[in-house]
């Protein structure tokens, strides 16, 4: 199995992507703030996924990156509800994306209470 193959990246990835095209209508002035910070948190949440995988063989370095991950998931719905309020995107997509956040965040948090299945075992 490869990282690519693990349900909380795939969702992290097209959440990202999503992310990505929604943010293409932000206004120019947000470019190095809003839309740049939002598309760098998602970025993040599969990231982590990715860097925690390759760090699996130890529990509690498998733990800590999918903790950063966690966070990072929690910042982009923060963005979100930013981008919402400043009418970027309207109530629909906002729900639509927050929800995506929080399935990923599920799939996150089992990977954190069952280290185990994912190939983390302690020498």
């Known amino acids: ?69 966690a966070g990072e998931n929690l910042e982009t719905q923060t963005w979100l509800e930013f981008a919402k309020e400043c009418k970027y995107i309207d109530s629909e997509k906002f729900s639509k994306l927050l929800e995506q956040t929080i399935q990923i965040a599920k799939l996150i948090h089992f990977m954190i209470r069952n280290p185990a299945k994912f190939g983390s075992k302690e020498i």
Not at 26 to 47: G, W
């Open 1 to 69: 199995m490869k990282y690519q193959d693990l349900l909380a990246y795939q969702k992290a990835f097209n959440l990202a992507m999503e992310i990505f095209e929604a943010s293409k209508c932000f206004p120019y002035e947000e470019k190095y703030s809003l839309t740049d910070q939002i598309r760098r948190s998602s970025r993040s949440v599969a990231a982590n996924i990715a860097e925690s995988y390759a760090k699996r063989r130890y529990p509690k370095n498998f733990i800590s990156k999918l903790t950063d991950s």
